[in-house]
């Protein structure tokens, strides 16, 4: 079946280390997306894809990086530098370009806790 | 980007339709209108979208303001797997980068 698939769905992590989350998608979309949500809270943008090899930072870009070295995986690396990593992370993707509809189709996102 | 503001909360009770507003008044020509839905612990669903005419689709209908500065999200019939959080949130599809921002939504609460 088609779709985004994220994982670890749960992850803890100590003060200081540095996880990557994955999100793999096999729709052949061109764009993808990561989003934070904090409990009662909507989703703020970190980064975005449009195409390989390319990305562009979101609103809270800080403290994250991604690559995005093939078209259907855009890995998340939380850094040591995010000072509050505890949140729900999701991951979207879409086909891009100017003739799509721009329907985001969303993982079942991946829960990080800091201990 | 262009923003959208929705109430935070509505209620409705099961059977009934419901009309969940979104105001958009900064909407540019290319934005179109889309409404995605969330349940707890899971990620957003996709509802509909639209740009200048009212749509209809399995799960739900659009209607758009004549100068597009709002809408409004219609379920029919509200059923309780309907209770979930809203967004309306703009879409550029003029091909050039495109960020989505989710504000907080509208979270819909359905009662017997």
């Known amino acids: 079946d088609g779709g985004i698939t994220q994982s670890p769905k749960y992850l803890f992590r100590k003060e200081g280390q540095n996880v990557t989350l994955s999100c793999e998608q096999n729709l052949n979309h061109d764009a993808m997306y990561w989003y934070r949500q904090d409990p009662g809270q909507g989703l703020r943008l970190i980064y975005y894809?449009?195409?390989?090899?390319?990305?562009q930072k979101g609103d809270i870009a800080e403290g994250y990086s991604v690559s995005r070295e093939k078209k259907e995986s855009f890995p998340l690396t939380v850094t040591s530098a995010q000072k509050n990593p505890t949140a729900f992370y999701l991951c979207a993707s879409s086909i891009g370009g100017a003739s799509n509809t721009g329907e985001l189709f969303f993982g079942e996102g991946s829960r990080l806790t800091v201990l | 980007d262009a923003k959208t503001t929705q109430p935070n909360s509505m209620e409705s009770n099961e059977e009934e339709p419901v009309h969940l507003p979104c105001n958009h008044s900064t909407i540019s020509g290319t934005d179109y209108i889309h409404w995605y839905r969330q349940l707890p612990s899971q990620g957003p669903e996709y509802v509909i979208h639209g740009l200048t005419s009212n749509v209809n689709n399995r799960m739900a209908s659009l209607a758009i303001a004549e100068d597009r500065k709002s809408s409004t999200l219609i379920l029919h019939r509200a059923t309780l797997r309907d209770a979930a959080v809203y967004y309306c949130?703009?879409?550029?599809?003029?091909?050039?980068?495109?960020?989505?921002?989710f504000g907080t939504g509208t979270r819909l609460q359905v009662t017997l």
């Open positions: 949130i703009l879409r550029d599809h003029s091909g050039t980068a495109s960020k989505l921002t």
């Open positions: 894809s449009q195409i390989v090899n390319d990305f």
